[in-house]
């Protein structure tokens, strides 16, 4: 892929980690476990475990917004970097979303089909937790359909170097 391609990808990704960081660093903010028992009555620890998932995110995002800026800082551009960290972002920060390690929601690919939400919580969760996720869920989407590209050629080249 041609260096102005991979360039001009790591910027749009650089712009949407910009906007996922903010959005996630003000939920976060003003979100406690309290308000949350506050606004919703439910499962504490299953809370417990949803804010620890979207704090994971957050770092991961945080790390990845940093290295896009770190690579587009440099008076060369390097490539191999910038396809590092474009697989980097789609398996931390895009897959983290979709389907976190801990199973605290999951992707339901068939909601993708019906225009509706694809993301679904083992338990029932606060509004507040629903709408954070459906607000982000549109750009992780574009994002992840942008960056499908990284999971196969980067994972390839990374085989046949061997």
Request: charged share 25%.
């Amino acid at each position: 892929m041609a260096n102005t391609m991979v360039k001009s990808q790591l910027e749009d990704v650089r712009n949407f980690l910009v906007t996922t960081v903010n959005t996630l660093e003000d939920y976060l903010n003003q979100t406690t476990l309290s308000s949350l028992m506050e606004e919703e009555q439910g499962n504490e620890a299953y809370y417990k475990m949803v804010l620890s998932n979207v704090r994971k995110l957050l770092v991961y995002c945080e790390e990845g917004l940093e290295a896009c800026v770190v690579i587009l800082q440099t008076d060369t551009f390097p490539k191999g970097a910038a396809e590092k960290t474009l697989y980097r972002i789609y398996h931390q920060c895009v897959e983290e979303f979709f389907q976190p390690k801990s199973d605290a929601w999951f992707e339901d690919s068939r909601a993708a089909y019906t225009g509706r939400n694809s993301i679904k919580f083992q338990e029932k969760v606060p509004t507040s937790v629903v709408n954070l996720l459906k607000g982000l869920e549109g750009s992780f989407q574009n994002i992840r359909e942008e960056l499908e590209y990284y999971e196969t050629d980067y994972r390839t080249k990374m085989i046949q170097s061997k």
